[in-house]
């Protein structure tokens, strides 16, 4: 691998009982979100979550993270997928980005096929602005499947 880089992952709240099995299977095998790193060394530098509704970490965390040399921040696929989607989601991701300078990344893992499957059915993607949030973890069906 070439070059190093530090990122943190900041998880929804509602998960906060998660261990992150999926983000760190889908940092090993850069999938995902993570598939940008494909040809880096990662370390992660910072996890935890937003704090609760409506997202008290998010004003505190990142610059924990900046001092710990993060230079990337992933929101988990959790704020994306959950019922509902994370309604901050994009607010967060510009005060952390303009605040900090930290650059933020919407998902780590592939979206798990379930969830997929029940936000179509439920048309959560169907506006334009979805398409953006999720290019890098929607990913294809066997990935989504391999992710249920």
Not at 71 to 92: N, Q, R, W
């Amino acid at each position: 691998m070439n070059n190093k880089i530090k990122i943190g992952i900041i998880i929804c709240d509602r998960y906060r009982n998660c261990a992150g099995g999926k983000c760190f299977r889908s940092l090993r095998n850069r999938e995902g979100a993570f598939s940008l790193y494909k040809d880096m060394d990662v370390e992660i530098a910072g996890y935890t979550t937003c704090g609760g509704c409506p997202g008290g970490n998010i004003e505190y965390a990142p610059e924990e993270m900046k001092k710990n040399g993060v230079e990337v921040i992933h929101f988990a696929t959790g704020f994306l997928v959950g019922y509902p989607p994370c309604p901050y989601i994009d607010y967060f991701k510009m005060f952390i980005e303009k605040k900090y300078g930290i650059r933020v990344i919407l998902g780590t893992h592939p979206i798990p096929q379930k969830y997929f499957l029940t936000h179509e059915n439920l048309d959560t993607y169907k506006d334009s602005e979805w398409k953006e949030r999720l290019k890098l973890i929607t990913c294809d069906k066997k990935m989504r499947l391999n992710y249920d």
